[in-house]
């Protein structure tokens, strides 16, 4: 699993998608693409993509899915379940959304309409991404506290539930300076 700070964690999305016409979903990790599929139209498909990502030691990692299709349809959703990496849940509802909207459908009357607090179902093609940070354990995420970046994603909202240790067991229960009560 460890070698060289490098961090091989499983990674699980479990999602739903239909649309009218045939959907494609890809899942990216840093640039690389880790799963593609095409689905049938007209069908509800559940799946839940898994793959393996070696992730570094200490940095920030995007996570970027991709819902496209070949025509615009109203009728269309991607519904994100779950986010696992390396058995850690992952807030499947701290995302950024970057939906492709032609600006015409926006127009005075609709504008204040536009909701985009989905509860991660997202009925628009576009890209949706995660930010994660990976620690091999307890130190690397105290040395990685004193990297400026690190700290201006914590004051940018950034939170230890994404936050992914190679061995996510309790880190505080099994320190020896914590007593129970």
Same mark, same amino acid.
């Given at each position: 699993?460890?070698?060289?700070?490098?961090l091989?964690?499983?990674n699980?999305?479990?999602?739903?998608?239909?649309?009218?016409?045939?959907?494609t979903?890809?899942?990216?990790? !840093?640039?690389?693409?880790?799963?593609?599929?095409t689905f049938?139209?007209?069908?509800? #498909?559940?799946?839940?993509a898994?793959?393996? #990502?070696?992730?570094?030691?200490?940095?920030?990692?995007?996570i970027?899915?991709?819902?496209q299709? @070949?025509?615009?349809?109203?009728?269309?959703?991607?519904?994100l379940?779950?986010?696992?990496?390396?058995n850690?849940k992952?807030? #499947?509802?701290a995302?950024?959304y970057?939906? !492709?909207? !032609?600006?015409? $459908?926006?127009?005075?009357?609709?504008?204040?309409?536009?909701y985009?607090n989905? &509860?991660?179902i997202?009925? $628009?093609?576009?890209r949706?991404?995660y930010?994660?940070r990976?620690?091999?354990?307890? @130190?690397?995420?105290?040395?990685?506290g004193? !990297?400026?970046?690190?700290?201006?994603?914590?004051?940018? &909202?950034?939170? @230890?539930?994404?936050?992914?240790?190679? @061995?996510?067991?309790?880190?505080?229960?099994n320190?020896? $300076?914590?007593?129970k009560l």
């Amino acid at each position: 699993m460890h070698t060289n700070s490098k961090l091989d964690f499983k990674n699980e999305f479990g999602f739903e998608v239909y649309s009218d016409v045939d959907p494609t979903v890809i899942i990216c990790v !840093d640039g690389v693409e880790k799963y593609r599929e095409t689905f049938s139209s007209g069908i509800k #498909h559940f799946r839940t993509a898994d793959f393996y #990502h070696v992730y570094e030691d200490k940095q920030k990692s995007n996570i970027e899915i991709f819902f496209q299709g @070949n025509k615009e349809v109203s009728n269309k959703y991607i519904k994100l379940n779950s986010i696992y990496i390396n058995n850690k849940k992952i807030d #499947h509802l701290a995302y950024y959304y970057f939906p !492709d909207i !032609d600006p015409k $459908w926006i127009t005075p009357e609709t504008e204040d309409r536009i909701y985009i607090n989905n &509860g991660g179902i997202f009925g $628009w093609y576009g890209r949706i991404k995660y930010e994660i940070r990976t620690v091999l354990d307890a @130190n690397s995420h105290y040395i990685a506290g004193s !990297d400026p970046n690190y700290a201006l994603t914590r004051v940018l &909202g950034f939170s @230890n539930k994404n936050l992914i240790y190679q @061995n996510n067991k309790n880190l505080r229960l099994n320190s020896p $300076w914590y007593k129970k009560l």
